[in-house]
Every structure is written in C-alpha cells, then in structure tokens.
C-alpha cells in the first residue's frame, strides 16, 4: 500500500537553485528515507532521518521531518545538471518493519 | 562489500510466455528480499518480500510468484505473461527488518507484446 506522497510531481530548476521536494506520509513512522532514481535505473537511497530526529544533513542534502505534520521534506542546494532525478520518499510500515512503502516520486530537471 | 545483481537488464516476451527474473545478493547474509514493480511514470509497486529462505509474502494478488531457494537468491517467475505485466521490476535487499535502508538492483525493463 503506498504510504508516501510527494510534492511536487514535477520540479524544473536551474544549475545553482535550491531544490526542495515534499513528501506526506499518513500513519507512524519509526523512519523516514529519501531515494534517488535515474532514469531506467535502480534507486540509490540517499539519507535516513529517525522519529525522533527533526534535521539531518549530508553533503548538499538537507532533509526535515515534522511528525506532527507527517510530513518531511528534502532540500538540495546549489543543484548540478547531474541532480536530474527522480526523487522518492519511503517508509517501513509501523509494525512489521519489514518493505518499504514508496511515493510516486518528484521528478527533477536540473537545466545548465 | 553488498552488491546486488539483477538480470537481465531488458526482456522482450509475447503474451503467453514464461517469465523469470533473477537477483542475488553478494557479502550479506539473511537479507530481507523484495521485488517491486514500476509502471512508467509510476511510483514503486511493492510485489514480493522474503524474510528467509521459503518464505514468501504477496502484497498484490496477480499473475507473478516468486521464490527463494537460497539465503541470497530471489526469483520472480511466471507462468504465462500477460500484456499488463510490462514494466520496470527491481529487486532489492536490506538488513532484516529493514531500519538503514534498501539497496536496489539495476532494474529489468520487461516488456510484453
């Protein structure tokens, strides 16, 4: 069952815009992830944040997650031509912890 | 190091035809397993996952099974394919129960005519 769903479907920037994609997700979460997926390939994942955390950073990655909002959100900044992507969000379902349930995605085109 | 392989990475077959896909997983071992599915512009489908050897759970009631006869094997069969079973199948992997995330293969583009 899909858990995750992200905002915007479609997101056109320019090389040295932020970029900034949403992600709501419906039930509890023990974590949130973020997956990278090139086009016609497998999905790279990107970063973890925890329930418990509210920020987490890696490289030009920043991610945010408000549970009382149920929503979490994914930044990159400073975007490269090689950031165009389709970026997913993914949860472990709240009790059995075991599959991963995937938004549809937001599909970034970063423009030289 | 893990390394997931999945093979093959395109597949042509007519309606009717058998299907098999397979993956394996390298450098881990009692992996949780999945296949998923990705229609075009789609988000994932989640199809299979498997806690251990034999041990197969369907998310979605279809034309597909899988099955996996050794710790690091997954194997997605059918017996006879149909036009609607097109898409983009990706296995992968991760730590039991999944906490750190999934390592995904590189895909295989299945496409039924």
């Known amino acids: 069952s899909q858990q995750g769903e992200e905002d915007p479907q479609a997101l056109s920037i320019q090389e040295g815009e932020n970029a900034t994609m949403n992600c709501s997700y419906k039930?509890?979460?023990?974590?949130l992830q973020w997956y990278r997926q090139n086009s016609g390939r497998g999905l790279v994942h990107l970063i973890l944040?925890?329930?418990?955390?509210r920020e987490k950073h890696s490289g030009r990655l920043r991610v945010t997650l408000d549970t009382s909002k149920k929503s979490s959100s994914l930044l990159i900044t400073a975007s490269r031509a090689a950031d165009t992507a389709s970026y997913f969000c993914a949860t472990p379902p709240p009790n059995s912890g075991y599959a991963l349930n995937f938004g549809k995605g937001t599909s970034l085109l970063v423009t030289p | 190091s893990q390394t997931i392989h999945q093979w093959p990475a395109t597949l042509v077959q007519p309606v009717g035809s058998p299907l098999s896909l397979e993956c394996t997983v390298e450098g881990t071992s009692n992996p949780n397993l999945y296949w998923y599915r990705q229609a075009a512009g789609r988000g994932l489908q989640l199809l299979f996952y498997s806690v251990g050897i034999g041990q197969i759970s369907s998310e979605v009631p279809q034309n597909l099974s899988a099955s996996r006869p050794q710790d690091r094997q997954f194997i997605l069969s059918s017996k006879k394919l149909l036009l609607s079973d097109s898409g983009f199948y990706l296995c992968?992997?991760?730590?039991?129960?999944?906490?750190?995330?999934?390592?995904f293969g590189q895909g295989t583009r299945l496409t039924v005519v």
């Open positions: 944040i925890r329930s418990n955390e």
């Open positions: 992968a992997w991760s730590v039991n129960p999944v906490g750190s995330g999934a390592f």
């Open positions: 039930t509890s979460i023990n974590n």
